[in-house]
């Protein structure tokens, strides 16, 4: 048996560059599968009218961008698009404040999966963000990938392009964009003090968000019985007994406190908190998502 706890505190391991090339490159390929996967799932989503398109404070003049595949014709500057060759957009005040950003959590612990036919933790995280991401382009909102060193997206029509920005997340959530707003996909179970300083410093930009754990059944029941042999998901440190059920209680007490303890984090800066169980159907989290951000405007 094994449970993959998470490894943030192992002595780092050095990887030939060709290695990681070669990681990256079979990470990348399995993600056009996983866009189809989010893209039935936003589908199948039905929600209501969008809160951001009424007018109200913010509605100032921010800046002019050239239009982008995606955009609607009425948003169209004609008086400054007739001064080029190219059309423009009015960007308002409040379009640049709400940039929605995603960051999918790269641990390896997020690979774990209990059931061969099931999804990995990192999977259903990715199905989920690349979904709300499709939600939130549909309804007018710009959505960008932390780590990213590209501009936020505004139309769903670009988001294929931009599936390998999904790569650079790095470790821990920092430098979010200021006013805007953020979705963390987690399994929380790496070091909570790193979380706790992110969390921190998107409440100090006075980024509002929603953080959602993502946790394996197997993980969640600790179903394990007999004699077991724990091991981390880097395949350095193990732990065997021959009693594995004996450490269900404990381990149980243990995770409880783990998820109030984020719980408390994300409620000291206003952010929402959630756990999903990937046994669960996706469009639960997906709805508790968008709902949970927009109430956080």
């Known amino acids: 048996m094994t449970l993959a706890p998470r490894p943030h505190s192992q002595m780092p391991q050095k990887v030939a560059p060709q290695a990681l090339g070669q990681k990256a490159a079979t990470l990348a390929a399995g993600l056009p599968p996983l866009l189809s996967d989010a893209r039935h799932l936003a589908d199948t989503v039905m929600l209501g009218d969008h809160g951001r398109r009424r007018a109200g404070q913010g509605d100032a003049f921010w800046q002019f961008r050239p239009a982008q595949p995606g955009d609607p014709a009425h948003r169209i500057d004609w008086r400054r698009s007739a001064r080029s060759d190219q059309a423009y957009i009015r960007d308002r005040e409040w379009q640049a404040a709400q940039t929605i950003t995603l960051w999918v959590d790269p641990a390896l612990s997020m690979r774990y999966g209990s059931d ?9 995280a990715t199905v989920i963000a690349l979904a709300a991401a499709m939600l939130f382009l549909r309804a007018g909102e710009r959505v960008g990938f932390l780590g990213s060193a590209r501009a936020p997206l505004r139309a769903e029509a ?11 997340a790095p470790e821990v959530p920092k430098d979010l964009r200021p006013r805007g707003r953020a979705i963390f996909l987690t399994d929380g179970l790496g070091d909570p003090n790193l979380l706790d300083a992110a969390l921190s410093q998107a409440a100090s930009r006075k980024v509002h968000g929603a953080l959602l754990q993502i946790l394996d059944p197997a993980e969640q029941d600790f ?11 880097g395949a350095v440190l193990e732990m065997e007994t021959q009693e594995a059920a004996d450490l269900r209680a404990p381990y149980l007490k243990r995770l409880a406190a783990r998820k109030d303890a984020l719980a408390a984090m994300c409620r000291r800066r206003a952010w929402a908190y959630h756990c999903h169980d990937t046994s669960a159907p996706p469009s639960h989290a997906l709805l508790w998502l968008y709902h949970a951000l927009e109430a956080r405007r």
């Open 158 to 168: 670009t988001l294929p392009d931009r599936l390998t920005d999904l790569l650079a």
């Open 116 to 124: 061969a036919n099931g999804p990995s933790k990192s999977t259903r």
């Open 223 to 233: 179903p394990f019985a007999g004699r077991s042999l724990f091991q981390d998901m």
